[in-house]
Nanobody, 113 residues
Framework: QLQASGGGLVQAGGSLRLSCVTS????????MGWYRQAPGKQRELVSS???????NYADSVKGRFTISRDNAKNTMYLQMNSLKPEDTAVYYC?????????WGKGTQVTVSS
């Protein structure tokens, strides 16, 4: 089970920090990720991080967003800086392990211009 939090309304240029807490069986090898879905658009990958700490970012967020995780707390974070109106979306977290993908409920991020 995954629970995302930290969304909200922020002005352009502002920052937010999303958190995703996982519960249940977490295996040593996994990849966690943040996705987002804007109205009328497909869900897209924002960033991912492996259990070993390897990270990946969408070009649109490189240099502005930072993904991290605390394995001891089974928690993943997304620090979002220099937010833009086009970052407005519902943000979802997921975990991929043992050929299975689990999704959490999303958290709304709204960036006003």
């Amino acid at each position: 089970q995954l629970q995302a939090s930290g969304g909200g309304l922020v002005q352009a240029g502002g920052s937010l920090r999303l958190s995703c807490v996982t519960s249940g069986s977490i295996f040593s090898l996994n990849v966690m990720g943040w996705y987002r879905q804007a109205p009328g658009k497909q869900r897209e990958l924002v960033s991912s991080i492996s259990s070993s700490g390897s990270t990946n970012y969408a070009d649109s967020v490189k240099g502005r967003f930072t993904i991290s995780r605390d394995n001891a707390k089974n928690t993943m974070y997304l620090q979002m800086n220099s937010l833009k109106p086009e970052d407005t979306a519902v943000y979802y977290c997921n975990i991929f392990q043992r050929a299975m993908v689990y999704w959490g409920k999303g958290t709304q991020v709204t960036v006003s211009s």
